[in-house]
């Protein structure tokens, strides 16, 4: 039943990602619309998988490294309909849907498979640490997505190119004000997330922190958005050189989450 | 049915003809009155705008008819026929029909894709409603104008983007900020585009307009005209601080706004976006500027091109609404023919089997516990009372259309039996 839910989810985020990018070569915003409700859609299918998941495994649906991927698809997804629906950046889904697309489609490898939960993670702070950890990361996609759709249209309007794609995306104003929202909620939601863990980890493992490469990494990552947010609020950057370096410590962000899963062996092998 | 169109635009006569035309029309009688004086007229309406003057009517013949409508149109401009002939184009039926589609659909205006067209098409349609010069053949045609015209909008984007060179810049800054409210814009200097550019912005919901002016005097009488506030010519770069969007036309040989004016005017303040709108020639603001982070600097000869290339864009969506109202000229006359006598007359009585049909069936049930011959004799007197009841109309239907006139006759039936889907 669960694997049906996921199954469904993923067709619908893949048909959502063709529909935004018909929309964006036919130029019509008719598809666009389609694609944000066929979205919205997906999203309550995942929704549903989510909630199959809990009540067939009795706890927390959010272990292992296929429920944190499909976790992180469906906070991102649930955070674009929100701006969806507060602000007039539907195209923004033509960026995001493909990111979430991408998620699941590697989420799936994982689908259906019995996952063993070590007892580390067996208590209940890990939800709430795997969640405020996902959704911190979440908001720092779109906040890089705003980012990169920022400096595709800067560069397209100072070299005076472009312009019925343009015409199609949502304004500066509105891109830096999504990053700025994005950063300033996530950084938060990230922090209690990296604190939670950490009094966790005084539990299982002894001490607060291990300098695991792990560890290590994420605390780097977490320096850098801080770096991006003091930048952004007591410095006062902001549009060009805060988009491209939010969407650089994105890219740090991704290598640092590659990097310590294949290159180290660490303690955080859950995910 | 005879549709009888015939008039003159901007590609076929000179404004001084069209002018005469439509001011004698005005001033001097009833057009519409005039037109229904024609014996065969039937239906008649009278458009005039800046660009054009036509008349479109619906009478029972056609040659006559024409003839007098020319006559009509050769009296009011005043114009020996022979140069006035030149202007004028006639269409028939399908052709008139599908003209006025095109004029709707702002497809044949000066500026194609204006939205104005529309609201004065309906404007003559409703003069000549309250005149009781439509009926049935002119109120479907121009109700289908109008559903055409807004397909053809909602359908291409024929009336998307600006075609004018203060409009575009107004686009742009919305591309730009998103939302304009709030914002402060600096109007440098004086002269038709920038003051068209201001206007269009306040109208967008920019709250405050700065005018500075190298004569003073001139800077309060715009401030004054604006509801803005006038400022100090020779303190430019603290102007620029508070300033949003800068619009600038002065007459000065070099340039007024430097890098490093707006480097220094950035720095000092929270807001981070500039918008430059340079319209004067010789430049006003150093190109230079343009490079600056987020500064966006735009002048007169990129604005053109942006409205150069909506044209162009404009000009390929005509051939998507040109799509659209070939297909509607053909649902129309899918509807003309449907008023011919004896379609009509199949289609009642489809309508009418298909009710006695359907009602026999609701009562199957009881139907059922009669006998065999019960049963025949009570649809035999279904039949037959329905038969009894669409006998007249049909015989009336057909004496009246050996008439020539008879197609109102014919729609007005079809509407009073609901044959017709839409």
């Known amino acids: 039943m669960d694997v049906l839910f996921f199954k469904v989810a993923l067709a619908a985020y893949l048909m959502t990602t063709l529909g935004y990018v018909v929309s964006l070569l036919v130029k019509r915003v008719a598809a666009a619309k389609a694609s944000t409700w066929l979205f919205f859609f997906a999203f309550i299918i995942h929704a549903g998988y989510f909630g199959a998941r809990c009540i067939q495994t009795k706890q927390s649906p959010v272990l292992g490294m296929h429920d944190a991927l499909s976790f992180l698809a469906w906070i991102i997804a649930g955070i674009y309909l929100a701006f969806q629906l507060k602000t007039r950046t539907r195209i923004l889904g033509a960026f995001v849907s493909p990111v979430v697309s991408l998620l699941m489609i590697v989420a799936s490898v994982g689908l259906g498979a019995q996952v063993s939960i070590p007892a580390t993670v ?20 779109l906040a890089s997505c705003a980012g990169a759709m920022y400096l595709i249209q800067d560069g397209l309007i100072k070299r005076k190119k472009g312009r019925s794609f343009i015409m199609l995306l949502p304004s500066l104003g509105d891109l830096d004000k999504i990053n700025r929202i994005c950063l300033l909620w996530g950084f938060p939601l990230l922090t209690a997330g990296i604190l939670v863990g950490s009094i966790w980890a005084r539990t299982v493992w002894g001490s607060h922190w291990q300098w695991d490469p792990k560890q290590t990494w994420t605390l780097m990552v977490w320096i850098c958005y801080a770096l991006l947010l003091h930048q952004r609020l007591a410095i006062g950057w902001a549009g060009h050189k805060a988009a491209i370096l939010s969407v650089a410590v994105f890219i740090i962000f991704l290598v640092s989450f590659i990097v310590t899963n294949r290159l180290f062996t660490t303690l955080h092998s859950f995910i | 049915m005879n549709l009888i169109l015939i008039g003159m635009n901007h590609k076929t006569a000179p404004l001084e003809i069209r002018e005469k035309l439509s001011l004698s029309c005005l001033n001097t009688v009833d057009p519409i009155a005039e037109m229904m004086n024609i014996p065969q007229v039937r239906e008649a309406m009278y458009l005039s705008t800046c660009n054009r003057v036509e008349v479109l009517a619906h009478a029972t013949e056609r040659e006559g008819v024409l003839e007098s409508l020319k006559g009509f149109i050769f009296f009011h401009g005043n114009l020996p026929p022979e140069e006035l002939e030149k202007c004028l184009y006639v269409y028939f039926d399908d052709e008139a029909v599908r003209h006025l589609f095109r004029v709707a659909s702002s497809l044949d205006s000066l500026v194609m894709g204006e939205p104005q067209i529309l609201g004065q098409v309906k404007d003559a349609y409703y003069r000549s409603v309250e005149q ?62 920038s003051e068209l550019t201001a206007r269009h912005l306040l109208n967008s919901g920019v709250s405050k307009i700065m005018i500075a002016n190298r004569t003073h005097a001139r800077a309060l009488q715009l401030a004054e005209e604006f509801n803005g506030t006038a400022l100090e010519f020779d303190h430019l770069g603290e102007s620029l601080r508070s300033a949003d969007i800068v619009i600038s036309s002065t007459g000065a040989p070099g340039y007024i706004i430097t890098r490093e004016m707006v480097d220094a005017a950035l ?64 649902k129309h006359r899918v509807w003309k023919n449907s008023l011919a006598a004896v379609p009509t007359i199949v289609s009642l009585r489809e309508k009418t089997e298909g009710i006695v049909k359907g009602e026999l069936e609701r009562c199957g049930p009881w139907l059922k516990t009669l006998g065999e011959k019960e049963r025949n004799n009570v649809e035999i007197l279904a039949n037959a009372i329905v038969n009894k009841i669409i006998h007249d109309p049909i015989i009336g239907l057909k004496e009246e259309s050996q008439d020539h006139g008879n197609t109102p006759y014919v729609a007005a039936f079809r509407r009073l039996f609901k044959l017709d889907d839409t």
């Open chain 2, 132 to 193: 009781k010069a439509t009926g049935i053949i002119l109120n479907k045609v121009l109700h289908h104008a109008f559903r055409v015209a807004k397909r053809v909008r909602t359908e291409t984007a024929i009336a998307g983007n600006a075609v004018s060179v203060s409009y575009a810049a107004v686009k742009l800054a919305k591309k730009i900020f998103g939302d304009l409210r709030g914002k402060a814009v600096l109007l440098i200097g004086a002269g038709e585009m």
């Open chain 2, 267 to 330: 720095h000092g303040r929270k807001k981070h976006t500039l918008f430059l709108i340079d319209i004067a020639v010789p430049r006003d603001v150093d190109p230079e500027v343009g490079d600056l982070d987020n500064v966006y600097l735009y002048n007169v000869d990129d604005l053109q091109e942006v409205v150069d290339e909506n044209m162009k864009n404009r000009r390929q969506e005509a051939q998507k609404a040109v799509a659209i109202i070939d297909e509607e000229v053909e």
């Open chain 1, 122 to 141: 067996q208590g209940h702070l890990v939800p709430f640490h795997v969640a405020m950890s996902v959704a911190g990361e979440a908001l720092f996609v």
